[in-house]
């Protein structure tokens, strides 16, 4: 009993001693997609500026939102895409740190440069683009993937073997796609086709979740899955056989930025490491980990994806970036998914 | 000194006062008053009173843009009962014979028992969950075996109601086994040979004798497992395959991407609303039951 009591007692003055150690130069709590920063990248930081940094992770933007939205969230740094990042300046749920005053924004690349989500560059340096379509077990299916029609109003092997993700913001971007209906309709015409769609896929979809993807696609349980490019480039890259699909209608694109939430805590260390993730090399290996496009300028030699060994990253057909909805458009999205899984 | 003595017992209970005060009752106060504000256009909320989110789990704007009567959250509703319903029936007839059973070892072998029933808590409950859905899914053990009687290669049982079902049970079964045991446990012995004597066979003994002498374990049993049921998220999703919503999922999406907070509170108000009637009702009847034994007796 002494001993166990001396042995908890030295474990306490331990954990003391790190945690005041550890405060020297401040704190980093990062709240990010999940896996998306290079752990390798982090540690670098963390060592060259003394800073402790705190990785929390989120898989939608929705949850992003909702804490922000929730107030004092405790996070220095954020990843959201751009039609949410819209939302959080117009809100006024993130900081201006003059993001164009600094040497990160001169490493964007020209054409990602104040855009229609953050026109004046002050509240966001982008870090990584991608889209999102469908992923097919390239073993078990052999098929077209040409048509978002094979995925949307599937015939034989692929019925009842797709899946789709649980979120209505990437599951109606796509079908508004394939239909040609605008991105934020606010015509109910226009989404009751979306949901006429949706309801005549359900049938044949076995099921809406945005979790354990890559076990449920390699398993063989789903031989096709709506999913993000990066991931099918990561999963094949460890021996998976998977392949994206690139469908004449086009896919859904995204760009996420890296912001300071209202009220961060340590918002000198924030923009301390978005200057050190926007260093050329640093943005090389960020986007040799993450597997999806950078917007920055990256030190091309060292890239290791090349159109041949990665076409996820080399799309040629077009590619629509999510718009921020109106609310009214938004209240239509939400009776579409509402009313498919009623 | 004296003073202090008698006041005793109201500042030892202060604690827990206070903590059922902010950690209990404040949030459900913000809930309900989140339930009446104005949602904000894009998530959050202002304080202006607005019941609105109470009117809209009957009444939507239509596709014709008119408001209209809309059944689809009372379909939710109703099919969130129904489950927790089934999870509650097949937990009941599950641990009944489980209780039975482990209240008629020695008192060595009880304690292993009821220890090895509480084990899965020491677990988390998303890895119970992925469990299940290895066991079922393709080329699962239970497939597999199966295939051995002539099923279909490559069968699986995920993504339908049964599977959210198996789930569900699962989880639940310890907080139907528990109760039950203990009271079953205290169970007089005496009454069931008693019982016997005057000639009651079996199914009579266990109608008159054993039930209402369990009962408040039932009881106990049940609402321990209906009203947390209430509210699964988990498995619906994983299991089920999210293809119909539940309460919970319908709750998280008003917080997410359907961004009407006030929406959301609204049905968190009413299924605790229900949850309560539930909880009322149950008590009563114990409570008339309870009563008409001791008239009896």
Redesign the interface.
Known sequence: MKTLLSASALALITATATGTAAQAEGNLNLYVWADSINPELIATFSKEYDVKVNVDSYTSNEDLLTKLQAGSSGYDLSTPSQHFLRVMIDEGLIENYGANKLEAFNNIEEKWRNQWWDETQEYSIPIAYGTAGFAINSDLYKGPTDSMKVFFEPEGELFGKIAMLSYPDEVVGAAQLYLGVPFCSEDPDEMKRVLDLLMAQKPAVAAYSSDNIASRLGSGEVLSHFWWQGEVLKARKGGAPFAFAFPKEGLVGWIDSMVIPKGAPNQENAVKFIEFMSRPENATAQMNYYAYSSPMKVNAEDIIYTPENAPELFIEVPIEFSRTCSPAAQDLVNRVWTQLLQ | MRRLANNLPFWGLLPAWALMGFALILPILIIAAVSVATR?????FTWDFNPAGYAQILF?EG???ELEFTP?YL??IGRTFLLAGATTALCLIFALPVAWYISRQTPGMRAILVYLVTLPFWVSMILRV?AW?IIL???GPLPRFLETFGLAP?T?F??NDGATLVAMVYTCMPLMVLPIYASIEKLDLTLIEASHDLHGNRFTTFRRVILPLTAPGIVSGAILVFVPALGAVLEP??MG?????MMG??IQ?Q??????WPFGAAIAMVLMGLVMLFLIVTALRAARRTAGMEARA
């Open positions: 904000g256009s894009h998530g959050g939507n596709w014709s843009g689809q379909i939710i992925y859905m899914g393709k080329d490559g699986s995920m993504f999703v994983l395959g999210g293809k119909q919503m999922s319908l999406l917080f997410g991407g359907g961004r009407n």
